[in-house]
């Protein structure tokens, strides 16, 4: 039986068992990052990496997915979302990832073997391995078309990591966010804000003209750089409003009723400073803040820990 997917055509939107035992689809794995929500880079998503095998008892597998693992660097810095497909059960396929180190790469278990037949990759000759997943990879583009598909039934036809670096060049390539120049917009740095913009140190809140809010860092990712600042306050409380604004001359607050921002986005080179720079959650914070598409951004965010003066 020959693979039912080449270059051009649509891969299914498989759901299937992680490592973990969790129901996982395809496309989930694969969708933009809160940043490309707020910078409009990557509106799509990413390239997904589909790789059939085997099984962890298979020594042409380990030695292949070792090669991925030794290369994890240069597959993590070309943006890859990798995904391995097995016959094996969840905790077979958990017990060979935690061996290998692999924990860039999500593994899924087709045990049922729905998916592996569908594509007409089901392996029906080996005497070794039983009705296993022919080893095939499959490169997609975001909205999972096909770019390039790999017959691994001879090792050597299996892509090595440099032919994945390849194909994910060319398939990022086409997508926003590819070029120097989709970073270099203003829409970008309002919410990714250049170093340079600190190398004076932060300045007053407000003197931007921008408006001025305060809040509780809600949570902080320190993988992907990004966090919330929650807004709301104590309805119990006779002066619970959310406000926006300066302090007027006699350094009272300027109120505004509640509006639907609870939430404000934040990257962390909105804390100023040099290098990477994190908060933690529930740190009491002063900012300015900026209108996206998507919603408010803060920048210039100083914690509360002591006096800040605003203009």
């Known amino acids: 039986m020959s693979c039912r997917r080449s270059s051009g055509d649509i ?41 059939f095998f085997r099984g962890g008892f298979c020594p042409r597998d380990q030695t292949f997915f070792r090669n991925l693992v030794a290369r994890r660097s240069d597959l993590q810095s070309a943006l890859a979302r990798i995904v391995a497909i097995s016959v094996q ?25 729905k998916a592996v037949q569908g594509l007409g990759i089901l392996d029906e000759t080996e005497g070794e391995y039983a ?12 909205d999972l078309k096909v770019h390039k598909v790999y017959d691994g039934w001879f090792f050597v036809g299996r892509p090595s990591v440099d032919e994945l670096l390849t194909d994910l060049k060319e398939v990022m390539s086409g997508l926003k966010g590819w070029k120097y120049e989709d970073w270099n917009t203003e829409q970008v740095k309002r919410v990714r804000i250049p170093q340079q913009v600190w190398a004076n140190g932060p300045p007053k809140l407000g003197s931007n003209g921008l408006p001025v809010g305060e809040g509780v860092v809600k949570w902080f990712n320190q993988v992907e750089g990004v966090g919330m600042i929650d807004m709301s306050s ?37 804390i100023p400073g040099e ?37």
């Open 234 to 270: 104590d309805e119990n409380e006779t002066s619970a409003k959310e406000w926006v604004g300066v302090l007027d001359s006699d350094s009272t607050k300027l109120h505004m009723l509640k509006r639907n921002y609870r939430n404000v986005f934040f990257h962390y080179t909105a």
């Open 89 to 113: 059960s969840p905790q077979a396929n958990f017990s060979f990832r935690a061996g290998l180190g692999a924990d860039n790469i999500t593994f899924l278990s087709d045990e049922p073997r």
């Open 275 to 311: 290098g990477y720079r994190t908060i933690a959650a529930g740190t009491k914070v002063w900012f300015e803040m900026v209108q996206c598409i998507p919603g408010l951004v803060a920048r210039n965010i100083q914690r509360q820990d002591k006096t800040v003066k605003i203009k």
């Open 11 to 51: 891969f299914p939107d498989l759901t299937l068992l992680d490592h973990g035992s969790n129901p996982t689809k395809l496309s989930s794995l694969n969708r933009p990052y809160l940043l490309d929500t707020y910078t409009g880079l990557f509106p799509t998503g990413y390239p997904l990496i589909v790789i």
């Open 131 to 142: 009705r296993v997943a022919r080893p095939y990879a499959f490169v997609l583009h975001p």
